[in-house]
């Protein structure tokens, strides 16, 4: 894209869309579980529109490559989280005694280590047709290739997790 200043624009604009569709997402779930139906619909709603302008957004960008690219892109990505973004906020959490983002961080470190592993090995066999399911653990968004008998980060029994 020649002009920067909107590349920029679009960018920033991803960020913000991507962050409210998570935020809204939370309140819908919080919503619902105060039993404010209502009130969960439209901040579902608002949460898959903020996806859609989000997507539109990082499209226009010229972001989205082919598929080996954006599988490299995210072993990057996942690389760079576990490798030096948490385990530098954990040191932060750790000497502020701050027990429950030690606790996020980690779970959050671990899993991103392994999702940088599945994305390799999704790279490294691109061309393979045969079929590969995915289950994830709901509570610390660890992902295996077979459903386990409980979740080695987080101890979660495999029957939570939720195959894709």
């Given amino acids: 894209m020649e002009n920067q200043k909107t590349l920029k624009n679009l960018m920033e604009a991803f960020a913000g869309e991507s962050q409210a569709n998570r935020k809204y997402l939370a309140y819908s779930q919080k919503a619902e579980s105060d039993g404010k139906k209502n009130a969960a619909k439209l901040f579902k709603a608002a949460s898959d529109a903020e996806t859609l302008h989000a997507l539109k957004h990082f499209e226009v960008a010229g972001k989205i490559k082919g598929t080996a690219e954006n599988l ?11 490798q030096s973004m948490y385990p530098e906020f954990l040191e932060d959490a750790k000497a502020e005694g701050n027990k429950e983002a030690i606790r996020t961080f980690t779970y959050a470190l671990k899993a991103e280590e392994v999702h940088a592993r599945l994305y390799q090995e999704a790279l490294e066999n691109i061309d393979d047709e045969k079929e590969v399911f995915y289950y994830l653990c709901p509570v610390c968004g ?19 997790f939720i195959k894709y």
Avoid: L, M, T, W
């Avoid at 490299?72 to 576990?82: C, I, M, S």
């Avoid at 660890?142 to 939570?160: A, H, L, M, Q, T």
């Fill in 72 to 82: 490299q892109d995210a072993v990057n990505g996942e690389n760079h989280e576990y």
């Fill in 142 to 160: 660890n992902i295996e290739k077979s459903r386990p008998d409980k979740c080695f980060i987080c101890g979660v029994p495999g029957e939570k």
